[in-house]
């Protein structure tokens, strides 16, 4: 059985950091597609990074590329996202998916991630 448990979400001001962690148990083989997603209250979930767990290669939304770092630990089987200079417009619930599609530009659709968490909110005050 697949989980995805996520944490580090809270409330802080505008340029503030935070680092999401996603702890991840029951995936089958070593190499996924693994993602964050967010949702804004009345907007559709949008992709916001993801990473090729077998090469490490990442990807990007245009709206976070420079300011959040999606990383992951073998070790822990956890994946991260470092969020810094936060923004308002990222307030969010922000979700941890695995067994996407990475390649071409499927890694931002979220109909392709069989596994998802929980989520953990994020609140940026301006």
């Known amino acids: 059985q697949v989980q995805l448990v996520e944490s580090g979400g809270d409330s802080v001001a505008a340029g503030g950091s935070l680092r999401l962690s996603c702890a991840a148990s029951g995936l089958a083989y070593s190499s996924y597609c693994m993602g964050w997603f967010r949702q804004a209250p009345g907007k559709e979930r949008e992709g916001v990074a993801a990473?090729?767990?077998?090469?490490?290669?990442?990807y990007y939304a245009d709206s976070v590329k420079g300011r959040f770092t999606i990383s992951q630990d073998n070790a822990k089987n956890t994946l991260y996202l470092q969020m810094n200079s936060l923004k308002p417009e990222d307030t969010a619930m922000y979700y941890c998916a695995a067994d996407g599609a990475c390649y071409g530009g499927l890694w931002y659709n979220r109909y392709e991630y069989k596994y998802w968490g929980q989520g953990t909110q994020v609140t940026v005050s301006a």
């Open positions: 990473i090729y767990t077998g090469s490490g290669t990442t």
